[in-house]
């Protein structure tokens, strides 16, 4: 029995390929910054699945987000993000959107890559439509959604493993992103 080429070609192969670092990609970032269409766009590219965490929670409570803030308030939608975040994570290979108050109140697997979409306050008010204003309850009154997110900046900042620039187009910022995560072994 070749007993030394059978461990010489285990040993290596191991070397090849080396255990991934992280579970999932967890985009983090203020409300409007494009978390869902670049995650879209990113899972596609690096042959992940895509999963929305406003999207779950409104399909498992068949409910929109607005009438989750209405009628259970603010507290109970903070309840439901960290318990589907926590659900998700226990799976792998995905590309998770989050909304922009989850990594606030929620906490966050340790074996996610986060990454924090950066864009200005401006032009994330400049990107949105009225009708994607209206859907977001925390965006109504534009001067607490300013302070709000002056407030929140320095803990997406804090939390993220790499941050982008996202004051261009997504097509022009994605390719950053692109080659950040294929430089991490991210399974
Ligand atoms: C929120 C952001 C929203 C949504 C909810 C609360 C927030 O998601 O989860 O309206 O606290 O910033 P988007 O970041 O996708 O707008």
């Known amino acids: 029995m070749d007993v030394l080429g059978f461990c010489t070609q285990t040993r290596s192969m191991e070397y090849m390929t080396p255990k991934p670092v992280y579970d999932n990609i967890v985009l983090i970032g203020f409300m409007g910054s494009g978390k869902t269409s670049v995650g879209k766009v990113l899972a596609r590219k690096l042959y992940k699945k895509f999963m929305d965490v406003d999207t779950l929670i409104e399909a498992e409570q068949n409910s929109s987000v607005n009438d989750i803030f209405q009628n259970k308030k603010e507290e109970h939608f903070r309840v439901l993000e960290q318990k589907c975040i926590n659900e998700l994570t226990q799976n792998t290979g995905q590309v998770i959107a989050t909304g922009g108050g989850l990594p ?8 996610s890559l986060i ?8 032009v994330i008010l400049e990107r949105l439509t009225t009708k994607e204003r209206d859907k977001r309850p925390l965006l109504q009154n534009e001067s607490e959604a300013r302070a709000l997110f002056e407030e929140r900046k320095h803990i997406y900042e804090e939390q993220a493993d790499f941050s982008v620039d996202a004051n261009q187009s997504i097509p022009t910022f994605i390719h950053v992103i692109v080659d950040y995560i294929l430089d991490q072994r991210v399974l």
């Not at 990454?115 to 401006?122: K, L, M, R």
Request: hydrophobic share 40%; no cysteine; glycine share 0%.
């Open 104 to 111: 606030i109140y929620s906490s966050i697997s340790k074996k």
């Open 115 to 122: 990454v924090y979409i950066n864009a200005d306050f401006d």
